[in-house]
């Protein structure tokens, strides 16, 4: 037996709580893995609240991300001992997930845990700050260099905008951080944010063209938010869209892209091959700053994981959460 945080629903309801469940009940796989740590990502903020439409089968084990050790494995990339850091691939949405002490998994899905992290510094980043290094990587396949000029970061306070406002900062881009959190803006210079600004001037209807002003945009957000950042974006300008916090409707025109040369570059986390998602994993090794992460990261155990779920829908979470198993 094991423990884990599942999700049911049946004509008594919606329910998340933490149960006991024989391992004879994991799905097939080619890797039995002990997990030592999760996270909370915006996605499993949704299906442990029962927000969103997430979750496609029940019950559900939660938990999009996890980080932990191969226990046994006939895969030939995998043996007993490896370290391993899964993200995506539906886990926690058709298929059970790593809020669990075990899960059985695909070796093909698994990403080698770079020497640099311990499984609970890989969950610190999980999926939201591989999703921000993807964005940075797309940011640098279009030629943004340092020096270019100012880069927006939408969300800032969140999973996916913190450790792009680390990330970008301590390669040497003059970040603007967008949040709505104004008593953060101490905290997001201390993660390398040069200025910060509401986001409240970007959450409503614009105008099509607007003042330029950005080289680049990580945009976690949506609807009007995204809108206004490409309608700001310089000309020749990249903006890496990878989330929809505020809404998954894009109300723009066609202007900024045919009057600017704005190049809209949509980032996908979930069913990303495993070489990008090796890469970003590396780069994640050599580009964030491990004291930063640590100022963005609370840990809570897993018998918590549902009340700070309820916590991030709300709003009243920073950085990310890392769940011990």
Excluded at 8 to 34: C, M, N, T, Y
Excluded at 119 to 132: E, L, S, V
Excluded at 255 to 260: D, G, K, S
């Amino acid at each position: 037996m094991f423990k884990a945080l599942q999700l049911d629903k049946s004509e008594a309801g919606f329910s998340a709580a933490v149960v006991d469940i024989d391992e004879a009940q994991l799905p097939a796989g080619d890797v039995l893995a002990r997990v030592e740590y999760s996270t909370l990502n915006y996605k499993d903020g949704l299906a442990i609240t029962n927000k969103g439409p997430v979750v496609r089968n029940w019950p559900m084990v939660a938990g999009i991300d996890g980080a932990g050790t191969v226990l046994e494995s006939t895969h030939s990339g995998w043996q007993a001992g490896d370290k391993f850091i899964h993200n995506g691939w539906g886990l926690g949405e058709t298929r059970w997930g790593l809020m669990a002490e075990r899960a059985r998994l695909q070796g093909d899905w698994l990403v080698k845990l770079p020497k640099a992290f311990s499984t609970r510094q890989a969950m610190a980043i999980g999926t939201a700050g591989y999703t921000a290094m993807l964005c940075v990587l797309a940011l640098e396949k279009h030629g943004l260099q340092p020096g270019n000029g100012e880069v927006l970061v939408t969300g800032a306070t969140g999973g996916v905008g913190s450790i792009a406002v680390a990330l970008l900062g301590k390669l040497g881009y003059s970040v603007v951080a967008a949040t709505g959190k104004a008593g953060e803006e101490a905290w997001l210079k201390q993660l390398g944010a040069a200025s910060v600004i509401a986001r409240d001037e970007l959450a409503a209807a614009g105008k099509p063209l607007q003042k330029e002003r950005w080289a680049a945009v990580v945009d976690a957000v949506g609807s009007h938010t995204l809108a206004n950042a490409c309608a700001q974006t310089r000309y020749g300008g990249v903006v890496a869209s990878c989330g929809l916090a505020q809404g998954a409707d894009f109300p723009a025109t066609v202007m900024p892209f045919i009057l600017r040369g704005v190049t809209l570059a949509g980032i996908d986390s979930v069913m990303a091959p495993l070489a990008r998602r090796q890469a970003a994993w590396d780069r994640l090794a050599i580009d964030l700053d491990p004291a930063k992460l640590e100022a963005i990261v609370e840990e809570v155990p897993l018998g918590q994981a549902a009340e700070k779920a309820s916590d991030l829908m709300a709003g009243k979470v920073r950085g990310r959460i890392v769940v011990k198993i």
